[in-house]
């Protein structure tokens, strides 16, 4: 694709969206740290307050200082993935859509592979649908970025 044709708008408006979501669901695990823990405990345990109920009040403390980290790491993620978004991608540059694809990738298979590793597979799926969130609109764009021969 060449940096005059524009990307279509669904998918950038698609991509948007799932990135500004992958920020807010960062930057709230710093802001909601209680709503967070009832999150994963949900996902992981079955049962919104397992984790304030059932771990110590240092673990808990621990486990919420993990999830703002992770959070702040997200919405740094998040912004740099935006930035690549509405600057290449959008001009229709196959750096931007290689910097994008490539950072889901790299996210996506070490935090699976260790989420089932370590027996968490709630966390596996949770990524699935992240993944699939994002793999979509990449999909769709493939062969306009010109990767139709590599």
Not at 44 to 59: K, L, R, W
Not at 89 to 99: A, I, P, Y
Not at 109 to 121: A, E, H, K, Q, R
Request: hydrophobic letters at 60%; aromatic letters at 16%.
């Amino acid at each position: 694709m060449n940096a005059n044709k524009a990307v279509p708008k669904i998918w950038f408006h698609w991509l948007f969206v799932v990135v500004i979501g992958v920020m807010l669901f960062g930057i709230s695990m710093i802001l909601m740290p209680g709503l967070i823990r009832a999150f994963f405990s949900l996902l992981v345990y079955s049962a919104p307050m397992t984790i304030d109920a059932e771990f110590s009040p240092a673990a808990v403390e621990y486990i919420t200082l993990l999830h703002g980290v992770l959070g702040a790491v997200m919405f740094g993620w998040g912004a740099i993935m935006l930035m690549a978004l509405c600057g290449p991608f959008r001009r229709g540059s196959k750096e931007g859509w290689n910097m994008l694809t490539v950072s889901v990738a790299v996210w996506f298979v070490p935090d699976t592979v260790f989420s089932l590793g370590t027996g968490f597979w709630q966390n596996a799926v949770l990524n699935a649908v992240f993944a699939v969130l994002f793999a979509v609109p990449l999909a769709a764009t493939y062969k306009a970025f010109g990767n139709e021969g590599t």
